[in-house]
């Protein structure tokens, strides 16, 4: 999504896991069998496959994989937020073949009739997606026609064990002026007033420009009590126990906390975002073929658990869970509950009314110069 993490950590964990064996993906204390076991059912399929996705979401190794088996050449591409990709899928002279947006960007792509339909009989490794993965992304994309999820993740409060002397299970410790100075805030529109909404009793969608301008006036009440706004410095600065609590993605928090054990991560009580990034079609695609060929190629149960241990966010496919070590699945970090789940929503397509959050969000960042 917008979260990138260190190489380094994926390596890390990779020797962590073989260190103390349990189970890996190639179901034995051996070097895991990443070798694409469905190969066979490709034929030479050919031509070039224009992928845009997030910087190093991805495991490479994969590329080279599926352009052996299929003789397509694959050209991958990096985008570095949602509204690039959106600006670039609307391009009249769009080359995209397949493209790895997030969920309320998704919604608007269907709203704007630029996206294929998935041909499922051609994606028969989407049988490892998780029933319950697919229930929460029916809310952005119904019956899942046009899309399947990739990676996910939850938004929440790191904190530092040995700083914060209380329980942490409620949005309200950020305004807590106990902690002034040692508090980060996410420089995001949609995460920083979803905080503060969420915190009001608000829905994170609200088309109420009351309510979005109560949460701008709490977030700048909280102001004074900041370290800082961040987005990924604020991963390096909670590992470096240089901050108390912060507003973080949960693939980043997993990453901090294995990297530092006084870290601590939660979805407070109020409910947080649950967010999706999933794999889509345009309709401008050139290689439709080799597309749904790549899709079902990476939710190969022994590829998807190895993406997955390189990128270090949540998979949605249940077979790469099953193959994954205890550290990961046990983690609720990375793998947190359906109780977790049912207080958290995803962010949907605001239409003219994101104008209401983007003035809110602008006259917040006047108040911080001042």
């Keep these: 999504m917008k979260k990138i993490l260190a190489l380094t950590l994926a390596a890390f964990m990779l020797i962590a896991l073989a260190a103390c064996g349990g189970n890996t993906p190639s179901g034995s204390d051996d070097e895991p069998d990443y ?14 496959l224009n992928i845009l996705n997030w910087g ?52 608007k792509l269907i709203a704007d009739d630029l996206l294929l339909p998935l041909d499922m009989d051609k994606i028969p490794n989407a049988k490892n997606i998780a029933p319950r993965m697919l229930e929460i992304t029916n809310g952005f994309d119904p019956g899942n026609k046009y899309s399947l999820p990739y990676m996910w993740g939850t938004v929440g409060i790191l904190y530092n064990t040995t700083m914060v002397d209380e329980e942490v299970d409620s949005w309200d410790i950020l305004w807590n002026e106990k902690y002034s100075g040692q508090i980060w ?27 979005v301008n109560q949460a701008k006036d709490e977030l700048i009440k909280q102001i004074p009590l900041l370290k800082g706004l961040g987005t990924d410095d604020i991963r390096t600065s909670m590992k470096n126990n240089m901050a108390a609590l912060a507003v973080i993605y949960s693939g980043d928090a997993f990453d901090a906390c294995t990297e530092n054990e006084d870290l601590a991560y939660v979805v407070p009580k109020e409910g947080s975002n649950v967010w999706f990034d999933n794999v889509v079609i345009p309709k401008s695609a050139q290689n439709v073929e080799a597309a749904h060929a790549f899709i079902n190629f990476i939710n190969d149960a022994n590829l998807a658990a190895r993406n997955t241990e390189y990128i270090f966010y949540s998979s949605p ?38 104008e209401v959050f983007n003035n809110a969000w602008s006259e917040y960042h006047a108040a911080m110069r001042k």
């Design 185 to 211: 805030q996410y420089d995001s529109v949609r995460d920083a007033i979803a905080v503060s909404l969420l915190r009001l009793g608000y829905d994170i969608n609200t088309r109420n420009a009351d309510e």
């Design 56 to 107: 190093e979401y991805i495991d490479e190794e994969l590329i080279a994989i599926f352009e052996e088996e299929t003789g397509v050449e694959v050209n991958y591409m990096e985008m570095t937020s949602n509204e690039e990709m959106l600006i670039k899928l609307r391009s009249a002279d769009c080359v995209y073949d397949m493209c790895f947006p997030s969920d309320y960007i998704i919604e």
């Design 35 to 48: 070798s694409f076991a469905d190969g066979d059912q490709y034929e030479h399929i050919g031509g070039k």
């Design 317 to 354: 496919n249940q077979g790469a869970i099953d193959l994954l070590d205890e550290e990961f699945r046990s983690n609720e970090i990375f793998n947190p509950s359906d109780e977790v789940l049912a207080r958290c929503s995803v962010f949907h397509d605001l239409g003219d009314f994101v």
